[in-house]
Structures are given as structure tokens and as C-alpha cells.
């Protein structure tokens, strides 16, 4: 049984895609690593399938310099990642220690547009160490951040014996009844088994702030996002005319400021847009997001999240509302990992927007009293109007129409859980593990051109002019 902790849903991370800008980061740190002890000569990357086809729009160039260069995608200063970028591309190096290797990114990453199996998001290092010997190593980016590398041994995470396993929700199910526990507390049980008490409310709080700060600064910012579309902020001028012009001078202010605005339906439904618009905007631009479950679907999370702690009474408190709408989302995120995909490269978009909709849709019940089944059922809606959703980006670009389905994916998730609330969930017809099923299904058949290739769908069908690259 795969074991999927709620931080491995939820991670902190650079824009603009977990699976095409962060899987490949993190692969080429862990490549580094690999070959520190060794007097390397030169260096090949080559990118396969999707990561090739979208990897500039995605930045997926940018993100194997920086993790070869040895940044963490974590830590790194956000504002100095092109600075990095060009620093290296003009010296033409990478430095390991005392080894000075010669790298051009231009000759020395190569972009294969022919995907091989078992992952179509495929990237191989390759390391010699002279005329005949080379360290190589193979990676699949599976969506979310998460890699896997071809012959691995099986984590030893795996190795861990949970207290409730939980492999899809009737499991789930089975252990709220048997123990009384809700699905937060079982989660949270399940937490310790790898980190203490401590750490997983410190981390929990850690993901959150990222989150808000997140969305303040996607509300703060204007002009174009980068990429050549010209695509315009909107966030900031949607906040703005909301307040009146009223300006917070940090974000508990702003947070401050909307709760005590104008909660009129219109308005509500403005903010969870401009919540949404604001973090995927900030992750077009290379901002700091958290996966959610993936950064392209980052937004939904924190939007809804943000909506039920500005226009809701909160009964227990703002932080124990907050850790428990984290976990119970990051445990239905895990649900759908394990049981079909949270990749759009293997699903389309109904594995991201789709997958985060349901996570918002069930952790937004569970915080409003919402019983097991009602949870279970608002993910299970949720996911049932995203089925065979594609992903079709523009230019490769996480902009059109990425930024703007996040939007549609918070207000699908605060439907579905208003639907959920008003419902005898006994009597559903659909349950939760049959969608997710039915997704990885409708992922299977799926041509490949609506997975997050560019040669499909908007990315076919819309003429943009490129003002720059």
C-alpha cells in the first residue's frame, strides 16, 4: 500500500509547474548528489515526451540549471532565479565543489519530443567521467512534485506501518466508523507515525502562510506575466476595486480588510476568483506556491480555504480550522494518487484542477460539520464534473486557460459541498472510489494530445503572436 503523507501533497515550491518545473528541479539536485564524489567531465539532459513538447513554456530548462546549480526549490531567492539563470549561461559552467564542469545549456539540454514508457514525463542525466565511463540516471516527474527514479528500490517510507492504512474511501470510511475518530484526527494519527506532534502543526502552519502571503502578493502585483502572451494581471485590480481603494499595509491587514467587506453573494463569489487568479498568476511569474495537489492547480486550495475563513463562522477557532481543512484535502489528494493519477501529463486537467477540486470540496465540508460520507461525497461531485477534463495550455505556457480554471475549480468545489451539506450522502449514487476509477479511466482513453503536449484543444485552435520567449 502506498503511504502519502499530507506534506507530500502539499509542498512548497516554484512556479509554474509541480511536474515540469519542480520534479525536474528536484531530480537534477538529487542527480548532483550522485556525482559529487566524481571528477565529472561534461554534462547531458535530455527531456522526453510532455516535459520536451511544453518544457519552455513550463520553464523546465530554468528549473534543471537551478537544481544542478545546486538551489533547492524550497529556499531559493525567488526574485534571483533569472539572475541564476543568466549567470550560468554565460559562464558555462556548473561548479561541484572543486570541479568546475563546462555546461551550455543551449547544447547540453536536449528536448526529445518522443515519449517513452512508463511515464511520458521522462528526464535522463547523463555524467561521463572520461572517453568511456559515465554515471546516467533516468527520473519520472509523476505529477505534484513527486519523482521516481527507473530501478529504484521502493522508498523506505513505504516500510512504515501506519496505525489506519488507507488505500481509497471506503478504508476511510471504515476507520472513522470503527474508531469514532473524524477523518481529520485519523489523519492527523497518521502524521505521527513521521514526524512528532509539533512538527506537523508547525508545518501545517508553514504551508498556510505560504498560501496567504501567496495571495497577497498575486493581489498586489500588475503588468503582464512573462512568457510572450501578454497576458495581464487581474487579481490585483479585482482586490482593489473590492476594498474601494482601501489599502492593507501587510497581509493580516488584507485579510482583515476582507472580512469586514461588502459579503454580498457577487462580492463572495468575486473573491474566491481573485484568491485563485492571485496565486496562479504569482505561479505563472515563477512566484512561491505550494503544490495543491500541483502547482498549476495551486490556487483552488487556498482560495477556498481563504473563503471559508473570511465569510464563515469559524467554531473552533481560526488555526485548528485551518489544520484540519489541510488535512483532510492533502488525505483526498492522496486518494486520488493513489487510485488514478495527479499528473495532467498522464490525465489531463481533471487530474489536477479536478483532483484539487474535490480536496477543496471535502475539506470545505469537513469544517462545516460535514459527516464522513458528506465529505466523501462532495470530493466524489466535485471530481464527477471535471471527468475528461483536458489540458490544452497555450504555448506550453501555465496561463490560458490554466489561471482562470482555477477559479472554476473553487467554485465547483463550494457547490459541491453545499450539495453535499443538503444531501443524504447514504443515499449517493456514486461513490467517491468510482470516480476516481472512472477518472483514471477516462485518463486511459484520453488522446495524448489533450495531455499537457500544447498540440491540442486552445493550444491548437487559438493564434497568439509571441512577443517574446
Not at 248 to 275: G, M, T
Request: charged share 20%; glycine share 8%.
Amino acid at each position: 500500500m502506498e503511504k502519502i503523507s499530507v506534506f507530500d501533497i502539499f509542498k512548497i515550491s516554484i512556479g509554474p509547474s509541480s511536474s515540469h518545473t519542480m520534479g525536474p528541479w528536484v531530480a537534477a539536485n538529487v542527480f548532483r548528489k550522485e556525482i559529487e564524489q566524481h571528477k565529472i567531465k561534461s554534462l547531458k539532459i535530455k527531456l522526453y515526451g510532455s516535459l520536451a513538447k511544453t518544457g519552455k513554456g513550463h520553464g523546465t530548462d530554468i528549473a534543471v540549471i537551478l537544481g544542478l546549480c545546486n538551489y533547492d526549490v524550497k529556499t531559493v531567492e525567488v526574485e534571483k532565479i533569472h539572475e541564476h539563470v543568466a549567470q550560468l549561461k554565460t559562464e558555462q559552467k556548473i561548479q561541484i565543489d572543486d570541479n568546475s564542469i563546462p555546461f551550455n545549456p543551449e547544447t547540453d539540454i536536449l528536448f526529445d519530443y518522443e515519449s517513452i514508457p512508463p511515464h511520458p514525463n521522462t528526464i535522463s542525466f547523463e555524467a561521463a567521467i572520461d572517453s568511456t565511463a559515465t554515471i546516467s540516471a533516468t527520473y519520472y516527474s509523476v505529477g505534484g512534485g513527486f519523482i521516481i527514479k527507473e530501478g529504484a528500490e521502493a522508498d523506505t517510507k513505504e516500510q512504515l506501518a501506519l496505525p489506519y492504512p488507507i488505500q481509497d474511501g471506503d478504508e476511510l470510511t471504515k476507520w472513522t466508523t470503527k474508531t469514532g475518530l473524524s477523518i481529520a484526527e485519523i489523519v492527523f494519527q497518521n502524521e505521527l507515525s513521521w514526524r512528532d506532534e509539533a512538527a506537523i502543526h508547525a508545518s501545517l502552519d508553514e504551508i498556510w502562510l505560504t498560501m496567504l502571503e501567496c495571495m497577497y502578493r498575486g493581489c498586489h502585483k500588475t503588468g503582464n506575466l512573462p512568457g510572450g502572451l501578454n497576458v495581464s494581471r487581474r487579481a490585483a485590480q479585482i482586490s482593489n476595486d473590492l476594498l474601494h481603494g482601501i489599502e492593507a499595509r501587510d497581509v493580516q491587514e488584507w485579510k482583515k480588510l476582507i472580512k469586514i467587506s461588502n459579503a454580498a453573494f457577487v462580492n463572495v463569489i468575486k473573491w474566491v476568483s481573485c484568491f485563485a487568479m492571485a496565486v496562479n498568476e504569482e505561479n505563472a511569474a515563477f512566484g512561491r506556491v505550494v503544490t495543491a495537489p500541483t502547482n498549476g492547480a495551486a490556487g483552488v486550495i487556498p482560495a477556498v480555504l481563504m473563503y471559508l475563513l473570511c465569510f464563515h463562522e469559524s467554531r473552533e477557532g481560526e488555526k485548528k480550522t485551518i489544520h484540519k481543512f489541510l488535512l483532510v484535502a492533502g488525505e483526498i489528494g492522496s486518494l486520488f494518487k493513489k487510485g488514478a493519477t495527479i499528473s495532467a501529463a498522464m490525465g489531463g486537467c481533471q487530474a489536477e484542477i479536478g483532483v484539487s477540486s474535490a480536496m477543496a470540496a471535502g475539506a470545505l465540508t469537513a469544517c462545516l460539520n460535514g459527516t464522513t460520507e458528506q465529505v466523501l461525497m462532495a470530493a466524489e461531485i466535485a471530481m464527477e464534473h471535471h471527468l475528461g477534463l483536458t489540458c490544452d495550455p497555450i504555448n506550453g505556457l501555465v496561463q490560458i486557460p490554466c489561471i482562470e480554471r482555477n477559479t472554476m475549480g473553487a467554485i465547483k468545489a463550494i457547490t459541491a459541498n453545499q450539495i453535499a451539506l443538503s444531501s443524504d450522502a447514504k443515499m449517493a449514487k456514486v461513490s467517491l472510489d468510482s470516480v476516481i476509477k472512472t477518472m483514471m479511466e477516462t485518463a486511459t482513453d484520453m488522446q495524448d494530445k489533450y495531455k499537457e503536449t500544447a498540440e491540442g484543444g486552445l493550444a491548437a485552435h487559438v493564434s497568439v503572436v509571441v512577443s517574446e520567449c
